[in-house]
């Protein structure tokens, strides 16, 4: 199994920025891509943003592209989320996933995280 930690979440006002990590331990030599998922009240998952462990490759949505950056430090099995510009709309639980594929879909991903709160002010 692999477990996974988030961490970073908070308060913060629209245009100000917020980085997420996501501590991974476990089986992680078996681990392909790590991705950032949200969860608005109401609403549901939704895709954020992938990468690979190895080669570094990235997925992003359409609604972060240009706003978010995921990035990976392999020697720290830590995955993080820098988040700028950050909007009202934003406001959301951030899940860290891992998968053995890079995913854009939440059944696409094994291991889940407990999840952190996101919340902008406008």
């Known amino acids: 199994q692999v477990q996974l930690v988030e961490s970073g979440g908070g308060l913060v006002q629209a245009g100000g920025s917020l980085r997420l990590s996501c501590a991974a331990s476990?089986?992680?030599?078996?681990?392909?891509?790590m991705g950032w998922f949200r969860q608005a009240p109401g609403k549901e998952r939704e895709f954020v943003a992938a990468?690979?462990?190895?080669?570094?490759?990235?997925n992003y949505a359409d609604s972060v592209k240009g706003r978010f950056t995921i990035s990976r430090d392999n020697a720290k099995n830590t995955v993080y989320l820098q988040m700028n510009s950050l909007q009202p709309e934003d406001t959301a639980v951030y899940y860290c996933?891992?998968?053995?594929?890079?995913?854009?879909?939440?059944?696409?991903?094994?291991?889940w995280g407990q999840g952190t709160q996101v919340t902008v002010s406008s």
């Open positions: 996933a891992e998968s053995r594929i890079l995913g854009l879909r939440d059944y696409e991903y094994r291991y």
């Open positions: 476990g089986r992680t030599f078996s681990s392909y891509a």
């Open positions: 990468i690979t462990w190895s080669a570094g490759r990235t």
